[in-house]
């Protein structure tokens, strides 16, 4: 982890040895330091400081292309702040467009600039406050209130993430006064101005008249192998989690190729809680270590390990999280089952842990706006070959016609009517998922509209467009996963890499059009070509997706007593007593089915909901340190 901490009069901060020792915190090493007047730079024992004509640096990550930046400008490559100092000398803001990789940096030029910026897709966060005449920046919150940034929770942003108005793409944190770095961003700071540049803009999806397959499936392997062959080398001791997806398989197989010779790499793939009653929903895989294991049992240099089945509760080391990130990370409830991954890891002797994370979104896209484009265009051939090969999905060919391809063309408004009339339970999905009362989400609803932005569930469809569905990707990527990833970091001490997150993969994924992911009655087409004799046929060709958190009701029911016991403290607290439905949300729990029928009405009001609400109480009980949260 980086800081910095800039003063415009020249003087020291007061409270630079707070600041330290809050960087770090979750470390036994001091974290390094290097000052100048008005100006001390921090960098925690895993990351970077550098320098180079008079520019200053702190670098949080990595830099993909570092030998080919350092070939160019005549510098060594090992340490990457020195890297990036070099490269902002040479070509100023062109700098972050030349360079590969994943990153939060911070720059202070002798003139008394400061320069915070984030790498695009996927890097560390990176927070800032600019006022009366100074700037503290980290990508750890608690780093800013060290030195002296008022901690003053914006819980209208917290009622904005329990209505799923994500507000990714705008710079407000969760502090009032604090504001983070966008991804693919630069921000120029000095005493007086602040210059925001969002310089990245991703790419255009080229027309599907000239697709050349054979060429994209064998230069998708190509860079998918530069990414792992990247990664290996980055990683000292790392491990890879495996699922029985597209994703996983495809990366673990390309880093088998890449691993040098006589070495093994242990690959770890989570489970249902023990107590599960191993029950599926149609369509979908709850437990998917039998083909991860059939997989690895064909790789023997794979050392394949199943992590503990003992999840526990959604809302496990909540408070420890929240301490390490001060982020109301409210998809915490969504990601238990990774504390086990982590502690496999751990107890492997593993620094780092390999994921596929952004493999849905790029690689293994499974091209559900081809549903409205392919209508549009009158392919009626390749629509109706995805409709009648849907997964999961046994509604009759004329209705997912109209729910799938006609429904989404049509104004909002006729949108919701039809939905209230066929399904008159999930009139309003976000009343359904959310726990925020009425009168919260009347409320949030008013903001959102005078800002233009909207919940996830407000008006739900698949993407219109490949067009709509990339600029939807690039807009949620920035999310507060990347506080949860450093979060975890620090309580297991094991860093995370996306190998999918390779830019240059990323892109090129980005720039196909619809009919490489979606084709012929084929989802997920691109990463099933790629696929071919890299991975059993058996996972190549699976149509089921992962169900994670299908073990819902073994974990929560343990909890019915507690989850009560929490919202009823809640409700005599100002604002969660206001903001969540305390009412509806005790009575989800005392009405408990005695066990999971899969439907949206019963399940996901359970599911969403009430773990939402209990975290909300428990980053609470953070901030205003009561224990009855």
Not at 184 to 209: C, F, M, N, Q
Not at 219 to 226: N, S
Not at 577 to 582: R, S, V, Y
Request: proline share 6%.
């Amino acid at each position: 982890m980086i800081a910095a901490l800039r003063r415009w009069s020249g003087e020291p901060s007061p409270h630079l040895d707070d600041a330290s020792k809050a960087l770090g915190r979750y470390t036994r090493s001091a974290a390094s330091l290097r000052e100048k007047p008005g100006l001390a730079l921090l960098a925690g024992q895993r990351d970077f400081l550098g320098s180079s004509d008079g520019i200053e640096a702190a670098f949080s990550g990595w830099i993909d292309n570092a030998d080919e930046i350092a070939e160019l400008l005549h510098v060594e490559a090992a340490n990457p702040a020195n890297l990036y100092a070099a490269a902002l000398a040479a070509w100023g803001d062109d700098a972050d467009r030349r360079i590969v990789g994943n990153y939060a940096a911070i720059a202070a030029w002798g003139d008394g600039r400061l320069r915070v910026a984030r790498s695009p897709w996927s890097a560390p966060p990176l927070y800032y406050r600019h006022a009366d005449g100074e700037c503290i920046a980290s990508p750890m919150m608690r780093v800013l209130f060290a030195a002296g940034t008022p901690r003053e929770l914006d819980y209208e942003r917290m009622v904005d993430e329990l209505a799923f108005d994500w507000r990714c793409l705008e710079e407000t944190a969760w502090h009032k006064g604090v504001l983070r770095v966008p991804l693919g961003a630069t921000v120029t700071l000095s005493a007086e101005r602040k210059i925001l540049d969002r310089w990245y803009k991703p790419p255009v999806s080229a027309s599907g008249l000239a697709y050349d397959e054979g060429g994209a499936v064998e230069r998708a392997r190509e860079l998918l192998d530069e990414a792992a062959s990247k990664a290996l080398a980055w990683a000292a001791k790392p491990a890879v989690t495996l699922s029985a997806g597209l994703d996983s398989p495809l990366v673990t197989a390309s880093l088998l190729e890449s691993l040098p010779e006589g070495r093994t790499l242990p690959a770890i793939t989570f489970v249902p809680d023990r107590r599960w009653d191993g029950r599926d929903e149609p369509g979908t895989l709850g437990d998917e270590s039998a083909l991860a294991g059939e997989f690895a049992a064909q790789q023997p240099r794979l050392d394949w390990h199943r992590a503990s089945d003992d999840v526990g509760p959604f809302d496990r080391r909540a408070r420890e999280i929240f301490a390490a990130s001060e982020v109301f990370a409210q998809g915490l409830g969504n990601v238990g089952m990774m504390h086990c991954v982590y502690e496999k890891a751990r107890e492997l002797g593993c620094d780092t842990l390999l994921t596929a994370d952004m493999g849905n979104a790029t690689l293994s896209d499974a091209g559900r706006y081809g549903y409205c484009e392919y209508a549009r265009k009158g392919r009626w051939g390749e629509l109706v070959g995805l409709l009648c090969n849907r997964p999961g999905d046994t509604r009759p060919l004329w209705r997912k016609l109209l729910a799938l391809s006609v429904l989404p063309h049509l104004p909002a408004a006729l949108r919701k009517l039809a939905r209230r009339l066929v399904h008159p339970a999930r009139r309003d999905m976000t009343a359904l998922l959310s726990p925020l009362s009425p009168e919260a989400r009347a409320s949030q609803a008013a903001r959102a509209k005078s800002r233009g932005t909207s919940g996830e569930w407000e008006d739900f469809t698949h993407d219109r467009s490949r067009a709509d569905a990339v600029a939807r990707e690039f807009a949620n990527a920035d999310s507060s996963a990347f506080d949860v990833d450093l979060a975890f970091e620090q309580l297991y001490g094991i860093r995370k890499r996306d190998v999918m997150a390779y830019r240059p993969l990323v892109e090129f994924c980005f720039s196909l059009p619809l009919e490489a992911f979606a084709r012929d009655g084929m989802e997920r087409r691109l990463a099933r070509l790629v696929g071919k004799g890299r991975i059993p046929e058996a996972i190549r060709t699976n149509r089921l997706h992962g169900q994670h958190n299908v073990d819902w009701h073994a974990r929560m029911t343990p909890v019915r007593a507690e989850m009560i016991a929490t919202l009823e403290a809640a409700r005599d607290h100002p604002f969660l007593g206001e903001a969540l439905d305390i009412d509806r949300l005790v009575g989800l729990i005392e009405d408990w089915p005695p066990a999971t029928d899969f439907s949206w009405e019963q399940e996901w009001s359970r599911l969403a909901a009430l773990p939402r609400a209990i975290l909300a109480a428990r980053y609470v009980g953070h901030v205003e340190n009561r224990n009855d949260f």
